[in-house]
Antibody, heavy 117, light 110 residues
């Protein structure tokens, strides 16, 4: 069975940092394209970042130079390091597998990040 | 890139068919047959319904179908049921390893 289990969310002040984790079982993270997608309260989904199996990374303009996506092969885990957080980054963050760069077929349960003073 | 445009809400009675539109541009929907649709119930993660415009993953009811014309993709749900009440999101590849989503559509089953 495939499972993506997220952790690391919470309340952080503006300008602060937070690291999200996504522990994967059922497939190998390093052999797949993995992504982070977020959803602000009451809003639609927003693509945040993707990491390719070869290590290349891409970011939405809204988070570029503030967020960093990485993976750890030994732990089969995906990460999102979020720095210089802003109120508009408040959202539920989902990790997901980006199958063949076409669709997101497996999703984590979601992790709420709240940026507020 | 700009979000794809979806109606904020649609509604229908049980047994009816409804269609949700998703309008993009020549840079995303119009250029790639990489449109996907997701169903999301409150407090839950999105679930893949349609990929590559028209294809259904195994286990998804054939009441769900997708299509595309020009810069607009559509999701049709035939014979809607109470359990179909949820939010629906469209998504398109937008080139240069980026993805764009729509704003989401809330389906109410009357």
């Amino acid at each position: 069975d495939v499972q993506l289990v997220e952790s690391g969310g919470g309340l952080v002040q503006p300008g602060g940092s937070l690291r999200l984790s996504c522990a994967v079982s059922g497939f190998t993270v390093s052999n797949n394209y993995m992504a982070w997608v977020r959803q602000a309260p009451g809003k639609g989904l927003e693509w945040v970042s993707v990491i390719y199996s070869g290590g290349n990374t891409y970011y939405a303009a809204s988070v570029k130079d503030r967020f960093t996506i990485t993976s750890d092969d030994s732990k089969n885990t995906l990460y999102l390091q979020m720095d210089s957080l802003r109120a508009e980054d408040t959202a539920v963050y989902y990790c997901a597998r980006w199958a063949t760069m076409i669709y997101f077929d497996y999703w984590g349960q979601g992790n709420l990040v709240t940026v507020s003073s | 890139q700009s979000a794809l445009t979806q109606p904020a809400s649609v509604s229908g009675s049980p047994g009816q068919s409804i269609t949700i539109s998703c309008t993009g541009s020549s840079s995303d929907v119009g250029s790639y047959n990489f449109v996907s649709w997701y169903q999301q119930h409150p407090g839950k993660a999105p679930k893949l319904l349609i990929y590559e415009v028209t294809r259904r993953p195994s286990g998804v009811s054939d009441r769900f179908s997708g299509s595309k014309s020009g810069n607009t993709a559509s999701l049709t749900i035939s014979g809607i049921q109470a359990e179909d009440e949820a939010d629906y999101h469209c998504c398109s590849y937008a080139g240069y390893s980026t993805v764009v989503f729509g704003g989401g559509t809330k389906l109410t089953v009357l």
